[in-house]
């Protein structure tokens, strides 16, 4: 099985805010302009849009047919993809995905949800299209070895981008939020994540969302604690809630800068609100207004507190932890990839064995059948041993070209070749 893993895609690191909003797709937009081949697993979230395939052809043929069909499902063209976009294949490749799904690559080093998110994207590839072995596999071992690196360093105690969004939230409000009214709009993984930190916190929560029932069935576990409503209360809570964090996963405004400004003058206290959803949930005007704070991702990458000693050391031993990670996902890929050469050769070797007992046919005919039992289970076993050296050597071997050169240096020349 040959192959490598090949991704193209948009993180915060290149791509200010407002182009990664514009490239936010989801499962089904992506389907909907895939290629055929390769196969492929689309990884979006309000940090990154990455395409992960499994390549057998050349990298930029490959990498082209990515990039267009990126640009088709998002309308980006692709000459702008091409200014914030960046690819990957190989080991290169395989240490990156190890990287995001431990959170190394994330705008907040360590936090929680980007596995979850990693092996979500995996369950919605598959139940798209049928995944090469190879690509499937890659992923669920990058999702373990993630759980490794985070579980061995403390980087795995980082909060989640929601978390430390309310934490920043908490700081701009004039009195803190405990028992007040903090609305999360939305009812996704960081919606939950927003509703937990702000009932830690104190806050009287409530959640809205365009269907009552389905945040309902996300915060299941939150009931009892929070109010759920649908997102036609927005106009009133605007009005009265001292924070708003807005998590949903709508293609357009939903606080826009008339809605803010219509109930701003009316409200006695400052109005803050945390816009974590990608794309944006809120007008990013409503900053011009009076009496309003506004917080969105680009505002959490600076204004998130670091301890920069300690997340410096951590860091260090995650990366090396993310590197063995990735070496090994390598080794796994290798060993896959020798299968066909390893059986090739054994098949031979056991060919030979029995060619060479049907010539020695007659002089073994007087044989009782439990010596003829021996001497086939002697014969097996000098084969199974000889063979052994020549099955770690392929094993080892790195580059499709060592493969070639080990099976022509170990395997006999052909019956043409051979003397009589």
Known sequence: MSGRLLVFGVSHHAAPLEVRERLAIDESMWRAHAPRQPATVLLS??????????????????????????????????????????????????????????????????????????????????????????????????????????????????????????????????????GQLAVVLGAGVMARAAAEALLAAGAHVRVLNRTAEHAMRVMHQLRGAIEIGTLDALPEVLASAALVVGATAARSTLVDYAAVAAVVRSRCAPLVLLDIALPRDVDPRVR??????????????????????TRSVER????????????????????RAQAPAIAELRTYAEAVRLSELRRSATRLRDLTPEQIAAVEALTTSIVNKLMHGPT???????????????LRVLRPRTSRGRSA
């Open 45 to 178: 979230t309000c940090n990154r849009v990455e395409v992960y395939a499994w390549i057998e052809g050349r990298t930029q043929s490959a990498r082209r047919t990515l990039l267009r069909a990126l640009s088709r499902a998002t309308d980006v063209d692709s000459t702008e993809l091409e200014q914030y976009g960046v690819s990957r294949s190989g080991r290169e490749a395989l240490l990156h995905l190890v990287r995001v799904a431990s959170g190394l690559d994330s705008m907040l080093v360590g936090e929680e949800q980007i596995r979850g998110q990693v092996r979500e994207a995996l369950r919605l590839a598959e139940e798209s299209e049928d995944l090469p072995t190879s690509l499937r596999g890659v992923f669920q071992r990058a999702i373990e070895s993630a759980r490794r690196v985070r579980g061995s360093t403390r980087l795995g105690k980082a909060p989640s981008i929601a978390a430390a969004g309310v934490g920043v939230a908490r700081r701009a409000l004039p009195t803190d939020v405990s």
């Open 392 to 406: 770690v050597a392929l094993r080892d071997a790195s580059v499709e070209r060592s493969r070639a050169h080990i």
């Open 316 to 335: 260090e031993r995650a990366e090396e932890l993310a590197c063995q990670e990735a070496q090994r996902l390598a080794d796994w890929l290798r060993t």
């Open 288 to 309: 011009e207004l009076g009496g309003v704070s506004l917080i969105d991702l680009d505002d959490l990458e600076r204004l998130c507190p670091v301890d920069a000693q």
